[in-house]
């Protein structure tokens, strides 16, 4: 017993008791105002040393990470560039594919002919003549004479095929003649090209009524082709009283400026009636 | 060698660009023409000794796309060539005016030789049409397009002969 009170033991007692009543005191909160009064300063020092570190080290090592990061964003830009230009070919492509879906389209539903699709690839050089280059020739089953459409109408025929291209001679052409119907009208006449490119139309007896926006479908007369092709308009009619004949211009449906693709109708047979032809 | 490897595939690029774009970019009818006019520039400034038979391969070819028919385009660029042979003697000291004179007269030339076989072929065309939409419009063109080919050409040629060089 003696040991048990001897001044040792009430002094660690002492001690003890102390540490376990700052620890509740700690728990239960009543030492905050103590412990931000002690650490205040410190966090503060420690604050001010660990930013002049930073800068300290950002200074020495920034110059690298600046490099590594405009080789990223060189990177970066250089991928963006690749997948614009992929986009642009996609768009491209859906575009050609369009066009072909729709020249698919105009074959189902003119089952009777044979269809070789080709792009065009050039336009002739001298500007008074209409013709233009496509891709497909001889070696695709391309044939001088035969008849080209697109899914809006008549675009030519065939002027002259080499193995892989073709020369199509468009109907705007100064030398072309096509003998058409006029669908409502019920007369047959003759739409003439021009060096500028425009359609006229002939050979329209006198007492014939055509309307303005009639219809011009191929006659299918001199063999050259099919009929029922549909060509164009009528804009306006001309008739003299001296004349033996109305003549009119015509709005083509085909747009001869932006043609991307045709059709080459391949199983029309086309008849030369040249040796007749006095 | 080099520089009618170089002259031959400068024209085929002239080529492939005046079928693909250069036919297709009108000014009412008329279109500018580089192919004729890299012919022009080539015989301004080249100095190889057989440009002639360059210039009648480069015809055949043209005329072997074109419709008009090959031997027209051939004798014009050989009539271009000779033209330019004349007019190098004559004023070489300025360059630049030695190709607008020859752009234009080649121009208007070309435009006389497409109207020719128009005549020829008994092909109906209206003659103040084909002068007022197809060949002021085309003359224009060229005469524009002209500077940029003279540069391209004459900066090619530099580069590829020494000046006074004759290869």
Known sequence: MRNLFSPKNIRNLVIVTIVLGLIVMALSGY???????IFSPTISTQSWLSERYVAFRDFFTSPRDMATLRAQNQALELEVAQLQTE??????NLSQAEILYTLLDFARAHPEHEYIASTVIGREISPYLQYIIIDKGSNHGVRYGMPVVTQEGLVGRIDAVIANASRVKLITDASMKVNVRLKAANVEG????????????????QDADVQIGEVLLTSGLGGTYPANLFVGQVLSMQSKQNALFQTGSVQAVVDFHSLSAVLVISNFNVIDITPLTP | MITYIVSSIGFFIALMLQYGIFSRWTL?????????????????HSNVKRLWVQVLIFGAIVGAISAIPFYFIMAFYFAIFLAAQQIRKRIMQTPLLSMYLLTFIATLAWHALNIAYLFIKRIPFDLSTALFEIMLPGLLLNILVSIVIHAIVQEGNRMITPKGAEV
């Open chain 1, 31 to 37: 030492l905050t105002p103590v412990f931000s009064f």
């Open chain 1, 87 to 92: 986009i642009v070919t996609l768009q491209e």
């Open chain 1, 190 to 205: 003759q739409i003439n090209g021009s060096i500028t490119g425009e359609i006229s139309l002939g050979l329209i007896p």
């Open chain 2, 28 to 44: 009412l009818s008329g279109s500018a023409d580089i192919v004729l006019l890299f012919i022009v520039a080539l015989c301004l």
